[in-house]
């Protein structure tokens, strides 16, 4: 499909965001941490739902607009959770809820990196080297030949470039255009204000 070069409206109540797809498509030499002191990846065997709704907005409904998942239903959110090749994790440090990691191997053959993000104080901190050390690991460990990930920006601006550095490679973009959630009150309206609301 040929799409002419300009710029296209995006209606008023709705947000846009380039969305960028990278592949893996064999494992890579492990980078150092910089931290581990304190932190530990746990596997969820039956998240509950509100506490994983909890964490993925404290990790990305504030300043940033992570909503797909708070749009579910209990029903269809549980039937995420709760499938065997699914797999949640949380990072902590010293007992504290830090970061998520959702491993998603229900492509025979692959794995989605489906959400991987840390709550905005364990950011810079050396987690997020930790946590996607163990995401590596652990997708590698299974008879995959693809590891896959997708962000956008509505999303942190680092969360590309740490991507490229982790061993991704870009394979495309699309343009994404969704209803803004904070008109909606999905997440709280004063989340992302670097993304104006347009009503």
Known sequence: MMLEEGFYEVPAGHVAAVVTYLE???PVPEQPAPVSEGLSLVRIEEPDPDWYRALFARV???EWLWFSRLLLEDDALADILENPDVEIYVLRRDGLDI???ELDFR???ACELAFFGLVGSAVGTGAGRYLMNAALRRAWEAPITLLHVHTCTMDSPRALP???R???VPVRREVQIAQ?????GVI???AAPQVPILK
Do not use: E, I, Q, V
Not at 180 to 184: A, F, T
């Open 24 to 26: 893996m498509h064999a």
């Open 60 to 62: 990305g409904a504030g």
């Open 99 to 101: 970061g998520l990691l």
């Open 107 to 109: 492509t025979s053959g």
């Open 162 to 164: 740490f991507y490229l």
């Open 166 to 168: 982790s061993g991704f």
């Open 180 to 184: 803004d959630p904070r008109l909606s």
């Open 188 to 190: 709280d309206p004063a």
